[in-house]
């Protein structure tokens, strides 16, 4: 098998020096990146086709469902593979030594970014408020085989346009390595990095929400956690579309269990407007994924104007004076800044030169920004564990579950009867019809479950009529409908109820016809037990409720055939009954349609 890696290895000087190694791992970091993890291959293994991956990754790809994986196929060239092919690659391991090695020798002044993961779109809008979710970015990220089965944190920076959020989300990277690699000076040096993209002016304006498509493992107490960045396009923006806004509101509340809040030189009004209607969209999507709205929330404010009034402590005083101030009037904040998982935090002018030289490198930054910027990130970057994506009940999110609830957030909005309006309070309201729906179709589901579990047993089954079970249903029907046309508040309301009652109507419909057949099948099995004479030795009441009530409409149909058994039915029913009743006459009433038990009475 040719291997493409050949003019990889001859290409390596035999004596790596610092100048050459940042030139040489840039050429290289392709080929020996696995495209499964986008991480440096691990034991690595080379596939007919002569694509390479980590032995884990391919296993697992080819072991997972994934679409045109089975028969085993090369992930990126979809050419069909052989599993017994599959042996590792010594030339490639022998290669990645050889990087380790240039790697070290680097200048420890200009670090080179090993890590290999970009800012990926994972969701897409437009400016009549369309979205498009990709779902290739969805499995890349918290599919990742590091995060699918793992607990994840979501960090997200929230609000307005060109107000630093990219450059914020830069800096937490650089964090985030320098906590994995344990080096003390991430921060120090280096060339500017630019992950998210930060340049200014409309065109430098992220579009939708985006994530950082590589995780970093954090370890703490023996679990390790992975921690993904999200940024946002100005979600908590008056000049953005509300439908625009709202959407990516509620993408954002779903996937983050951090969220930061950037805001520039104070909390201002517009803020506190904004961030209230986020906080109640945030509880409706709470109760519907069963999540805590906010797990924390940090209230960043740049270019505070006070001198010597920075950080957490001081962040802290200001916004006991913000909940003074704000009163009763928006009282999801108040209630959400009185919890421990709310904090505030200022920063200082950055300087001059940061604000003319858009890379934002540390040697631009005043000293006292440089400082709390550093602080600030290494306090989230240590506090990462603590803030895992949680259940309400306290489960914890894996990434692979995380993905299945953003897909379904994602089937919710697509749908037709809930298209998303302008307006914050109007999705409020339509997540929280859905969840009504949603509740409402349990409550019916379970009582349907109940009745087929209960009435499973022949004796059980007997003792209720199809028509009484139609009763029913159609009581408990009609007591959840009342009740929900009670709580919605939808001003389509109606539209929805009828497609909401065609939906359950389905429910009832399809398991009446199963309990149909169920007691013919019964009422057959009983006109055989009649005709052997088996019912005729037990005598007394049970024996004469069972026949003399088998006469009634509905358990005649069943004892002519109309289903199953009928040849049993023919010959055993007719004989079995005719004697039972003539022993029976004159000593039981025959019971009316619309009683309970018409085919068995309890034996008192």
Same mark, same amino acid.
């Given at each position: 098998m040719e291997n493409k890696n050949h003019h990889l290895s001859s290409s390596l000087p035999r004596s790596p020096?610092?100048? =050459?190694?940042? +030139?040489?791992i840039d050429l290289l970091k392709t080929d020996l990146t696995c495209s499964i993890c986008w991480e440096w291959l691990r034991d690595p293994v080379s596939l007919e086709c002569g694509h390479n991956f980590c032995a884990q990754c391919i296993t697992c790809h080819w072991d997972s469902g994934v679409p045109g994986s089975q028969p085993p196929c090369c992930p990126e060239c979809q050419r069909r593979c052989d599993r017994r092919q599959l042996v590792p690659d010594t030339?490639?391991?022998?290669?990645?030594e050889t990087m380790n090695l240039l790697q070290q020798n680097t200048n420890s002044n200009q670090p080179y970014n090993v890590y290999n993961g970009e800012a990926k779109q994972l969701v897409q809008t437009d400016s009549t408020g369309g979205f498009t979710l990709f779902p290739e970015v969805l499995a890349q990220c918290l599919n990742?085989?590091?995060? !699918?089965?793992?607990?994840?944190? %979501?960090?997200?920076?929230?609000?307005?346009?060109?107000?630093g959020k990219s450059?914020? %989300?830069?800096?937490?990277?650089? &964090?985030?390595?320098?906590?994995?690699?344990?080096?003390?000076q991430w921060m120090r040096g280096g060339r500017a990095f630019s992950g998210f993209q930060c340049e200014p002016g409309a065109e430098g304006i992220t579009k939708g929400l985006w994530l950082w498509s590589q995780p970093f493992i954090l370890e703490k107490d023996g679990m390790k956690v992975a921690v993904f960045l999200v940024d946002t396009e100005g979600a908590l923006s008056l000049e953005q579309d509300k439908e625009m806004n709202a959407k990516?509101?509620?993408?954002? /509340? %779903?996937?983050?269990? +951090?969220?930061?809040?950037?805001?520039?030189?104070?909390?201002?009004? =517009?803020?506190?407007?904004?961030?209230?209607?986020?906080?109640?969209? @945030?509880?409706?999507?709470?109760?519907?994924? !069963?999540?805590?709205?906010?797990?924390?929330?940090?209230?960043?404010?740049?270019?505070?104007?006070?001198?010597?009034?920075? &950080?957490?402590? @001081?962040?802290?005083?200001? /916004?006991?004076?913000?909940?003074? #101030?704000?009163?009763d009037r928006y009282p999801r904040i108040q209630k959400t800044l009185k919890r421990e998982q709310a904090c505030c935090y200022l920063l200082p002018f950055p300087g001059k030169n940061v604000v003319v030289n858009s890379n934002g490198n540390p040697e631009d930054m005043d000293e006292d920004f440089y400082q709390y910027l550093h602080d600030y990130i290494i306090d989230v970057c240590n506090s990462a564990t603590q803030h895992v994506k949680r259940h309400s009940d306290g489960h914890i999110l894996t990434g692979g579950e995380l993905a299945e609830n953003t897909k379904t957030l994602f089937d919710l909005l697509k749908k037709e009867e809930f298209g998303f309006s302008s307006s914050f309070d109007s999705v409020v309201t339509q997540l929280h019809d859905l969840r009504m729906i949603e509740a409402a179709t349990k409550e019916l589901e379970d009582f349907v479950k109940?009745?087929?579990?209960? =009435?499973?047993?022949?004796? @059980?089954?007997?003792?209720?009529?199809?028509?009484? /079970?139609?009763?029913?249903?159609? @009581? #408990? #029907?009609?007591?959840?409908?009342? +009740? %929900?046309?009670? =709580?919605?508040?939808?001003?389509?309301?109606?539209?929805? /109820?009828?497609?909401?009652?065609?939906?359950?109507? !389905?429910?009832?419909?399809?398991?009446?016809?199963?309990?149909?057949?169920?007691?013919?099948? +019964?009422?057959?099995?009983?006109g055989g037990l009649a005709g052997a004479g088996i019912l005729a030795v037990a005598g007394g009441v049970v024996a004469t409720a069972v026949v003399a009530t088998a006469l009634t409409v509905e358990a005649a149909a069943a004892a002519t &055939?109309?289903?199953?058994?009928?040849?049993?039915? &023919?010959c055993g029913l007719g004989a079995g009954i005719g004697a039972a009743v003539g022993k029976a006459k004159g000593r039981e009433r025959v019971p009316q349609e619309g009683e309970e038990n018409p085919l068995l009475k309890d034996d008192e």
């Open positions: 020096s610092p100048s =050459t190694s940042i +030139h040489t030339r490639l391991r022998s290669l990645l990742h085989p590091q995060a !699918k089965d793992s607990p994840v944190c %979501l960090i997200s920076v929230q609000g307005e346009l060109r107000t450059f914020l %989300l830069n800096y937490l990277i650089r &964090g985030m390595q320098g906590l994995e690699s344990k080096d003390p990516l509101v509620a993408f954002s /509340m %779903l996937l983050s269990s +951090h969220q930061i809040l950037n805001v520039s030189r104070m909390v201002k009004e =517009t803020d506190l407007e904004l961030l209230e209607m986020f906080l109640h969209i @945030a509880e409706e999507m709470g109760e519907y994924f !069963k999540m805590e709205p906010i797990q924390h929330l940090d209230f960043l404010v740049r270019d505070w104007f006070y001198p010597a009034t920075f &950080g957490k402590q @001081a962040g802290q005083r200001y /916004m006991i004076d913000v909940i003074q #101030k704000i009163s109940e009745q087929n579990s209960v =009435t499973k047993p022949m004796f @059980a089954s007997l003792k209720i009529l199809p028509g009484n /079970m139609q009763k029913r249903l159609s @009581a #408990k #029907k009609d007591k959840i409908l009342n +009740h %929900l046309k009670e =709580t919605l508040k939808s001003p389509g309301k109606n539209q929805i /109820m009828n497609r909401f009652e065609e939906d359950i109507q !389905k429910i009832v419909k399809d398991f009446l016809d199963s309990y149909k057949k169920r007691f013919c099948g +019964h009422t057959a099995a009983l &055939g109309a289903t199953m058994g009928v040849t049993v039915v &023919g």
